[in-house]
């Protein structure tokens, strides 16, 4: 860790020859991305355990190759791969620590009969002018992670040694809300410590136009489950007057929301404060960017009175329903009236909402309006909180300036609809500045069927870590 | 058939022996309904065709054994199975002819996990002071058809010879709407030809009390799929503000009935009379009888305003939701704002409702709440209309005379919310008297996980044919 750092080194980094080399490898580090995006590591599913363990390995046996020292830590859940460059690579002690975050895991592939490419046989197809890969973690986040990876191996090829001391760390339970991430920081603090910690894993304003996102939204996962008193029942002999749990859930789906959008749960905005006018405007004018909304057909969606859609996004908090299943799910027709049905919700929050808080207002929410006789039961995974990170630093202004070389146009510091709960837990358990950049465009199809990323992304992506950390090293 | 019949046999059976003969064959009944109730033969499900057709030749063997002309019939869906009695055994044209209908399909058995028992290997369970058997089918309808056919083969095996022109007639695709009978009727015509049809497919009043039920319900099954303008988003990047299938589909199912209870369906109701003050006085009297609601727990439950239970059940039409999906069904949570949701709906009618039109009306309702940029798609499968029976005829009275013999108490005249589109096929097919009974209780969880039927009432069903056929025999 840089703690008394004498005057700038001499030697000046051969960046030239560092992005060479970087397009030179370009073929051998897609197919290692595709040996990684091959083995299904979702998280959220007990029985791919196995696969998560698999690409834990794998990661950790890749970076020792690359001459990181490397391990794969156990912990409550799934493990953490860790690597960090050792003393002949780096002059540790010198130079700043930069901390490198991404996340193995990926999210479950939903409905196989969605996917029209196999989700985990990644290979390169020319499409729309570009070389596209498809795969689940093939942009969330295999494709993000192996960026800094692929770069920080160039750079060393070319240089010798790293231009500041690395600590990586590859987490395996980003898409179920990272619930063994405090308790691993909390040991692993010393190890941790940093200047500054890149956080990789999000998107870019365009593709064209680098971002890096300084406001993210707190996320609760909520499943609920409302029974009748009866079990199943024959629809015809008691469908006109015995309970419907899938007409009681979705009145209560349907009232979440007023006329105008606004959430209805009692006291849901306790503690919102208005967006400041000055973040307003600075949105205005983002909105008036190209790019954001290309990808996506925004009709029929239902945005809060009085908010632009950026600030719907990034400021408002906002309820979706993810998941609902109740009855009949066979090929043919059944007449049945169930005897329960399942919702899952979750919740993105801004500034001071505590996740608790938002849990319980919603289950009293649905509690008071559950008809007599009938019983709910609730699910919930921990919850995170939103997340406002330095929108002025040194390190953040490297960065910006980074991005801006590779990609010749400005940098756009953005907000998110989106949680990256690790970002909370790293700020608080390490006192870090931590900076949210990444590769992902909105046609990536993340978390949806056909996840896609490009060669030319993974290139660019990876380049521009040379021009960040040549950006990091010349900070006084 | 009976023409011009002689005056009435002089032969009169011994009705005690033959009911003795069910009593003492029943073990074997129930091993050979055991093996019925052990094929999966589920009439909706594609990959069940296999056991459809292993039910149909198994069931066409029993009959032959037991001396009728038997055969199994291809249609353009499942095969029907035929059986009549042959002239030695009937000095046919000189008796009336009676028609037997029972279906051997069953309805798929949705969730595994949530039956107990295994759902086709019955078994006898000492339980509630009964002998009970639990499968899907096992009353639903493979226990109610096996009573008719256990009863003729003790009546001939007692009388040598029946009392009357037997044709019986085995359904494979009742539990999905009887769509090829309609044809199948009208090529067979001649061989169905009847004085009187007894469909088996009914419930008792109580575990104490028999019924004939003289009025049905129509029936109409749709699916209704609605999709957003975008496959499956990130939940995080645009719940806030695109358009989420779930939401929309929850507020359209909300919406389908007012704070009374009334569909909301523009012209739902049109050709609906009212209830005549009769039969809400009868219907009245019926309800102060015990036993119809015991098995089923009714709070929570939403009755049509202005209307009994018995009125919203047998005499306005309804709406029940049978099924929804959509997003994530995985059992881990994913930040996914789904690509489209899928509801199943049906509709109980009454009376002068036209299936078609009634099917329209609720899609144009769809249509016209779809926001913009959405689209909708609708999987309809045949319809069947409301059927009014004769609650007073020759016939009717010699059968609720037969059941009060048997049971010991008055036979009650019902209606159901049910439907049995096969009544409306032979009524308007062969201009056949119906008759409707059957011995299902409420808690036999037809439809539903654990469906079962007990020992006793397949004996006491059994013995209430040979009571009616005593009966008809005797009429003038």
Known sequence: MKQNRPEQSAIVPDIDTILSEIDRNLEVATAKLFDLISIPSISSEPE??????????????????????????QTAGHPVVMARSTAGDDASGDLPRLLFYGHYDVQPIGDRDQWVHPPFEPEVIEEDGLHRFYGRGASDSKGQLWTFIEALRAWKAVEGQ???????????????GSPSLPAFIDIRRDDL?????????SDMWSPTQPAITTQLKGLVHERVIISAPNPDLHSGHYGAVAANPIRILSTILAGLHDDAGRVTIDSFYDGVREIPESLRAKWRELSRHEGLFDDVDLRGGSVEAGYS???????RPTIDINGI???NQGPGERSVLPGSATARISFRLVAAQDPEAVRQKF??????????????????????????????SAFLRATARGLEAEWDTPTILKGTGGAIPLVQHLADGLGAECIVIGWILGNDAIHAPDERYDVERLRRGTRSWIRILDEVRQLP
Chains 1, 2 share one sequence.
């Open 325 to 327: 299943t109740g009855g």
């Open 48 to 73: 791919s355990k196995p696969a998560i363990e698999r690409a834990a390995a794998w990661l950790e046996r890749e970076l020792a190759v690359m001459g990181f020292a490397a391990e794969t830590v």
């Open 193 to 201: 410590a940093c200047d500054v910690a890149f956080i990789c894993d």
């Open 162 to 176: 790293f231009p500041a001391e690395i600590v990586i760390m590859l987490e395996g339970e980003e898409e179920c």
């Open 363 to 392: 289950r009293d929410h649905v509690r008071a309006r559950l008809p007599e006789g009938c019983t709910v039961e609730f699910v919930g995974a921990d919850g995170s909180s939103a997340v406002m990170l330095s929108q002025d």
């Open 309 to 315: 859609l950026l600030e719907a996004m990034w400021g």
